[in-house]
């Protein structure tokens, strides 16, 4: 049984995932009249297919592991245009709407995550308080005094020079230890200061100050909240609060939930170059199918926030400026931008099968990691 629900949850995530994403590219070529040719979801032999009037060809394939749009394009040697046709083919468009088209899949992702999210505080969730367990010794909180039992109740970015007394300044608000465990990742993967307000559990409430050259830093051997000594207490569930708000807030909340894991997590993209970042901790399909089927098994909000994660990191991933992916198109209408002329065809060639082979590396990295997660003894 729960190899089966693995097995569903991770054929609706693809689904899900990447039909929104394809459908971002599609909305936009549609909206700035180029004319689509085939809506795929999936590569191979095709399960069904839909021709609609407007001549796009709806196609489910039998390998659900992506999907593509195909569009009028000339620089297909494969098409024949016609003249009539000529007005709708994708490389006909200026260059802000080629640009449009390709940047709303990965647009589309956000927009989903955030809507997943939203979903999620309108109906209401449990949220852990951000009580704190006893730091560990010679941490940072240890050695600030902090103790079992004290509550994160506000939270302040501090400029790097701070001239300002914390104590009279306003505190964000922090609702639960995820939150605060976001804003503790964006601290420190930024390098960024900030104050506490704590509550005792005697009721007083006090400041402590976590100043930007004491951070740690983000290394595959440590944990950074370990050394920092912030760790939440768990308590009953009973016990927990719950987060409910109405559809504006929420989508208001979730885009600002969104926004903080997006650079939270392109910081940590960035640490594979610097090192910072272990590529030991890149997953694939193992990885994905493994998370989806806990996360479902746990109830349908925990398996909507693990699919709002996911369609941030496709949207990034994405982004990520190398051929055969949204970036790379993007990097391309950017040379475009400055030099005034498109990049040659046979340059593109060129450059699509050096990331190709960059993916598949990639792919293949991220298939070895599962394996020895999951199969290893």
């Known amino acids: 049984m729960q190899a089966i629900t693995t097995l569903v949850a991770f054929l609706v ?29 999936g590569f191979g032999r095709p399960l069904f297919t839909h021709h609609a009037k407007n001549g796009t060809e709806w196609v489910l394939a039998s390998i659900p592991l992506g999907g593509y749009v195909k569009l009028l394009d000339g620089r297909d040697q494969q098409q024949v245009i016609t003249p009539s046709d000529r007005r709708e083919a994708f490389d006909a468009k200026p260059l802000w709407q080629r640009s449009f088209i390709v940047a709303a899949g990965p647009l589309a992702n956000f927009v989903l995550a955030i809507l997943l999210f939203a979903v999620i505080y309108v109906s209401g969730v449990a949220q852990l308080p951000a009580r704190l367990q006893a730091p560990p010794e010679n941490s940072i909180a240890a050695r600030l005094g902090i103790t079992a039992g004290d509550q994160v109740v506000g939270w302040k970015t501090l400029p790097d020079q701070a001239t300002l007394d914390p104590l009279l300044e306003e505190f964000d608000v922090v609702p639960s230890w995820n939150a605060l465990r976001w804003q503790l990742l964006d601290a420190i993967t930024g390098n960024q200061g900030f104050a506490l307000q704590f509550q005792g559990e005697t009721g007083g ?35 927990w609060t719950e987060l409910k708000l109405g559809p504006i807030d929420a989508l208001g909340f979730a885009t600002g939930r969104v926004y903080l894991i997006t650079k939270v997590s392109l910081r940590l993209m960035a640490g594979l170059l610097t090192g910072s970042t272990s590529f030991k901790q890149l997953g694939g399909p193992l990885s994905i199918a493994d998370m989806a089927g806990k996360s479902a098994q746990v109830g349908w909000q925990p398996f909507l926030a693990f699919l709002a994660l996911m369609s941030i990191s496709i949207g990034l991933l994405n982004l990520v400026p190398l051929p055969m992916l949204d970036g790379g198109q993007l990097l391309y209408d950017a040379w475009e931008l400055v030099v ?4 040659s065809i046979s340059m593109q060639e060129m450059l699509q099968k050096a990331g190709f082979f960059l993916l598949i590396s990639l792919s293949l990295l991220a298939l070895f990691n599962d394996l020895q997660r999951y199969l290893s003894p």
């Open 13 to 41: 995530t693809l689904g899900v995932l990447v039909s929104f994403h394809e459908f971002g590219h599609f909305l936009a070529a549609r909206i700035c009249g180029v004319k689509v040719l085939r809506f795929a979801l």
């Open 340 to 343: 005034g002329k498109r990049i």
């Open 205 to 239: 409430r006090f400041v402590k100050i976590f100043p930007h050259n004491e951070l740690p830093l983000i290394s595959p051997d440590s944990d950074p909240f370990q050394t920092l000594g912030i760790l939440p207490q768990m308590i009953p569930i009973g016990s």
